[in-house]
């Protein structure tokens, strides 16, 4: 096997490590699976979703009608992009609208995808991935024609990915009995981005990316084949399989929010495997950014402002508080 294609430090024998280690408990831990709520994306029931939004915060999309092509499409072009060697890929892709990073901690969780430099702690995330913002994919192009066909690839990927949020979160809204003004700030198709992941094989006791919610109205996985995502229900942690052709919605903490806690941010994480890469693609969106949540167990906020918390947050404690920041009569 040729890690040439891995950022340094997760090559095998880097800093003494090897990836022959025999043991990894972790791997073993088998987590029953999770059964996640199915939702029929063409005969939406919105008496069940509203149930499965209060309930779980994550589910499973059938019939989404997104192209099994374009999928596949996506994935073979990804897995081709990320066996580049390591230094091409830090210089092919320097540029808005694809941005390649690694490692980065809390990357979900900041949803300011890219503090480029590695972070110097040990707290990596074991993964490397390309950041896409929505609102540039469609005004640059790249001359590398794998680039090229990819950037395509993600601009269709990403309409369809528009398409689902705005419609689900339509249904969400009517069942919350959000106003029309406030329904058009608290998602702004504009904010939409689709991160590309790929998490690396990992021999010891690592996460591709720990416990945490995440910081958007909605998000949407679609993974490949190998697993390894998991939900937190009932406190006990969940198997979220894949299941070909279908997708993974969750939502975030700004829906939380804009629910006044009736909806559930989930927890959930992804483990690292020790044999294969794992390939996810994930759509996050937001809310317009300078638009007030309102709901009465929150002190008024924008989306700017859990940002900036979160930020803040992430340098002095090294992690993201999010939501209780923002509750009233917080005790932070
Ligand atoms: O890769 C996955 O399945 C999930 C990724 C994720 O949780 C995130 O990016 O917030
Ligand atoms: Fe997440």
Request: with cysteine; net charge negative; hydrophobic share 35%.
């Amino acid at each position: 096997m040729n890690f040439s294609s891995y950022p340094p430090l997760f090559r095998p024998h880097h800093n003494g490590q090897s990836h022959s280690v025999e043991q990894n408990s972790f791997e073993f831990d088998l987590a029953p699976s999770a059964r996640l709520p199915v939702i029929d994306f063409e005969a939406l029931d919105r008496a069940h979703l509203s149930e499965v939004c209060r309930e779980w915060g994550m589910l499973r999309l059938t019939n989404h009608g997104v192209p099994a092509e374009l999928l596949s499409q996506l994935h073979d072009h990804a897995s081709e992009l990320f066996s580049c060697d390591f230094e091409s890929k830090e210089g092919i892709v320097p540029t808005a609208p694809m941005l390649y990073f690694w490692g980065n901690p809390a990357l979900t969780m900041s949803a300011n995808a890219h503090h480029k430099a590695p972070p110097s702690n040990n707290h990596h995330n074991w993964l490397e991935g390309l950041n896409v913002s929505l609102n540039n994919i469609s005004h640059s192009h790249y001359q590398d024609p794998l680039l090229e066909s990819f950037r395509c690839l993600l601009e269709e990927y990403g309409r369809h990915q528009t398409r689902l949020a705005k419609a689900i979160f339509g249904a969400m809204a009517e069942d919350l009995g959000f106003s029309q003004p406030k329904s058009i700030s608290y998602l702004s198709p504009a904010t939409g981005i689709i991160r590309v992941y790929r998490y690396l094989r990992c021999p010891g006791q690592r996460w591709g990316i720990p416990d945490h919610t995440d910081s958007s109205v909605l998000s949407i996985i679609h993974q490949d084949q190998v697993g390894g995502l998991q939900v937190l229900k009932n406190n006990q942690w969940l198997d979220v399989g894949p299941i070909h052709d279908t997708l993974i919605v969750n939502l975030g903490d700004m829906m939380q929010a804009m629910s006044d806690d009736k909806y559930v941010s989930v927890r959930h994480r992804v483990k690292v495997n020790r044999a294969r890469e794992r390939v996810s693609i994930g759509y996050f969106v937001f809310p317009a950014e300078d638009g007030v949540i309102e709901a009465s167990n929150y002190e008024p906020f924008t989306y700017a402002d859990f940002k900036a918390r979160n930020e803040l947050d992430l340098k002095i404690h090294g992690a993201k508080i999010g939501l209780p920041r923002f509750r009233k009569e917080q005790s932070i």
